[in-house]
């Protein structure tokens, strides 16, 4: 009796449970989010990536067809660096800054960007702000025998100057089709107090294009004070790749007349034998005919 | 022949000269027609309107035809089998085994090659692959290594067939006019001399020696068919010997039944003994054996390992949607036959016909395993695909093609046996002569 009781319960609990997991997994609602990362590449024009998602819990998904503004400084349509945008498939949108801003963009060294959507239902009235000091990141090499080394370093407008900062965290590597490989041992370097960071190029042989060369990349990924600072440079160091083309060689995926020599060779022979034996035997059928007509 | 009876030469002779079709014969014979018929009229139908009749698709792009090939190219073995290897080997009761083996041989290569063309939709391109072609291809090797079986396979059945001739031809009275031009014109220059007698004995021995390799390579070119192309269930380096044994299952498994049919058709019981279905019996167990052996490799081996795409092709296979025709192969084609065969009673002639039947049914749905339930898994999944695609059962246009060919080689096979002597006269005599001298 007791222990019927017990199940009982138990079987309430469980039932209970089950029903709260179910209801609370169908109930999670989802926050519409939007973000915008400020990008400098090899220190020209500065571009805005707008990035829209919805937060399901912990997991993000990428909403698209969200249209936005990317203001500067301010949100007055005459400060707006292009019409809206749209996000993609993954949510993302890029805009560039447009030459009708030049004046203000050189005006000032520190500036505020402004993204805001419009015409969304759910997004709608959702806004979000990036401020940025203007800062150069720039990147060079020196060659000393066998010892590669690349050195970068960063700067940012201060009073009119442009200033080495101490303490930015940038990565360096070389571009590879899926990501960047690092050239050393470490995963990060920071800029020493006049702005500086120097790394050893520990990747020899590594393939690069014909010509050998290779592609350095430094990055300041998301840095609160100068946003993400990108510069890339090419350098001969990588192995010269060579391209076999075996297209027009003979191989046996190759056109008819481009048969491999050794299967030419072997496929007549054994044709040669089979049907030589077989000509030969006709031969003995005939003489076996004209053996039947002179004794007939 | 029974070693207890002497024969003489006329009574042999009177026996195994062909005979006209009786009202059996006759039903036989309509009904192969009808069926021939009704093949020739859905393979209009597919001529004109274009391989769109039949169930094939983007997937299945091999059905019921290259099954079909694959089982009359299996069965053709059996010519080089029982004529080659065992006069090479000096076995002494082949004699009336030898051209029911060579006859089957013929009428299923001449299938094998018509069926291909069938399957190729547009036969008037066929010339195309002869003229363009290429040589890497496995495609081009099936093309010559056919034509070359089908050569040495008729000139064996023609050179062995000479002095049968000449005794038909001598028998003109007894037999009538209706064949009597055309043996003439086959054979009418053969005498029998010592010099056409020794040039012929040498031929034979050549063609004997030259259509192993040939055979070997038509089964094995036939599995590389399959074996060069990476799918799952194909994909494997066991395949040219798999085929090669299986051919010689199904060829022997042929000419039991086939043995069985023209003993009983045409009274042979004195030619045709206990002893041959004795014998033909143990060389079919060996031969299950042989195949029930690469079959377990050639299952046992992915499923160990189980890749996810053979494990997907394989579940249907074991149990999935290919499962009833997949164990009735193992079960009917393989493992019931062994277990009537090894037991005495079970090598007489009515048992070991049962088994022979059981062989040549399980070993043509073996062929259609082998093709179809490989193009239904591709590695890629099949994405956005209509329903229709992920499955494949035969029109009756396929159907009606198939059955067609299938009654087209036994066709051929009951012709011949109408024309020629099914068990060589000349061959008869000579053995019977050769026990009563060693006496």
């Known amino acids: 009796m007791k222990l019927s009781k017990i199940n009982r319960n138990s079987l309430v609990i469980l039932a209970l449970f089950v029903s709260t997991a179910s209801v609370s997994q169908d109930s999670v609602a989802k926050t519409p989010v939007l973000k915008l990362l400020y990008f400098s590449s090899d220190n020209k024009i500065p571009s805005l990536h707008v990035q829209t998602k919805w937060k399901a819990g912990k997991k993000y998904q990428p909403a698209k067809g969200i249209s936005v503004t990317v203001y500067l400084d301010s949100a007055t349509t005459a400060l707006a660096l292009s019409n809206k945008i749209i996000t993609d498939e993954s949510g993302e949108a890029v805009v560039i800054m447009p030459p009708s801003l030049k004046t203000k963009w050189e005006a000032s060294a520190k500036h505020k960007f402004i993204a805001e959507v419009t015409g969304s239902k759910e997004f709608d009235g959702l806004s979000a702000e990036t401020e940025i000091t203007k800062a150069k990141l720039e990147l060079d090499t020196t060659t000393d025998g066998e010892t590669k080394t690349v050195s970068t370093i960063v700067t940012a407008l201060q009073n009119g100057k442009w200033t080495p900062i101490k303490g930015v965290e940038m990565k360096i590597g070389v571009k590879r089709l899926g990501s960047d490989l690092k050239i050393g041992d470490d995963d990060t370097y920071t800029t020493d107090s006049l702005g500086k960071v120097s790394a050893q190029f520990k990747r020899d042989s590594l393939p690069g294009d014909e010509k050998g060369n290779l592609v350095l990349v430094a990055k300041v990924e998301e840095n609160e004070q100068f946003g993400n600072l990108v510069v890339e440079k090419t350098v001969p160091w990588g192995a010269k790749l060579k391209i076999e083309n075996t297209f027009n060689q003979r191989s046996l995926f190759a056109t008819r007349n481009k048969t491999p020599g050794w299967l030419l060779f072997m496929a007549y022979l054994i044709i040669g034998i089979v049907w030589g034996t077989l000509i030969y035997l006709i031969n003995r059928l005939i003489k076996i005919k004209k053996l039947g007509k002179i004794s007939g | ?439």
Not at chain 2, 25 to 46: D, F, H, P, S
Not at chain 2, 286 to 295: G, H, I, R
Not at chain 2, 316 to 325: H, K, R, S
Not at chain 2, 354 to 362: E, K, L, R, S, T
């Open chain 2, 1 to 439: 022949m029974e070693n207890s009876t002497v024969l003489t030469n006329e009574q042999i002779t009177q026996d195994l000269l062909p005979q006209k079709f009786g009202k059996r014969g006759m039903i036989w014979t309509a009904i192969l027609i009808v069926i021939c018929c009704i093949g020739a009229i859905a393979y209009i139908k597919q001529l004109r309107k274009g391989l769109v009749v039949t169930n094939m698709g983007d997937y299945v792009s091999w059905g019921i035809y290259i099954s079909n090939f694959v089982f009359f190219v299996a069965i053709s073995l059996v010519g080089s089998l029982i004529t080659a290897i065992f006069r090479l080997a000096k076995v002494p009761w082949r004699t009336p085994l030898t051209r029911i083996s060579e006859i089957i041989a013929v009428s299923a290569i001449t299938f094998a090659g018509l069926i291909i063309i069938v399957d190729m939709g547009r036969p008037e391109r066929l010339l195309n692959l002869l003229l363009h072609g290429r040589l890497q291809s496995p495609i081009a090797w099936d093309v010559i290594v056919i034509g070359t079986y089908f050569c040495i396979s008729l000139f064996l059945l023609y050179i062995t067939l000479l002095p049968d001739i000449s005794v038909l031809i001598k028998a003109k009275d007894k037999l009538g006019k209706p064949f009597s031009k055309l043996y003439c014109w086959l054979a009418s220059y053969w005498k029998g001399t010592e010099a056409q007698e020794k040039i012929r004995d040498r031929a034979i021995t050549i063609l004997c020696i030259i259509i192993i390799p040939v055979a070997f390579c038509i089964h094995t070119v036939t599995s590389w068919l399959f074996a060069t192309t990476y799918r799952p269930g194909w994909d494997s380096t066991n395949f040219g010997a798999y085929f090669v044994s299986g051919a010689f299952l199904v060829g022997a498994g042929g000419v039991v039944v086939a043995m069985y049919i023209f003993r009983k058709v045409y009274n042979l019981e004195k030619y045709i003994t206990d002893k041959h279905f004795d014998k033909m019996a143990r060389i079919l167990v060996l031969l299950a054996l042989l195949y029930l052996y690469f079959n377990v490799n050639e299952y046992l081996v992915p499923a160990f390992k189980m890749k996810k795409p053979e494990a997907e092709h394989l579940r249907t296979l074991f149990a999935g949607d290919f499962a009833p025709i997949f164990w009735f192969a193992i079960l009917v084609g393989m493992i019931i036959p062994i277990i009537i065969l090894i037991n005495k009673k079970g090598r007489r002639p009515l048992p070991m016909f049962i088994a022979g039947v059981m062989v040549v049914v399980g070993a043509w749905f073996k062929r259609y395993l082998i093709v179809t339930p490989t193009l239904l898994h591709p590695f890629l999944p099949m994405y956005d695909a209509p329903e229709s695609y992920h499955h494949y059962f035969p029109s009756w246009e396929e159907w009606a093609i198939a059955m067609g060919s299938l009654a087209g080689m036994l066709l051929i096979i009951t012709f011949f046996v109408r024309i020629f002597p099914i068990i060589s006269i000349y061959k008869t005599i000579t053995d019977q002569n050769e026990t009563v001298e060693n006496k």
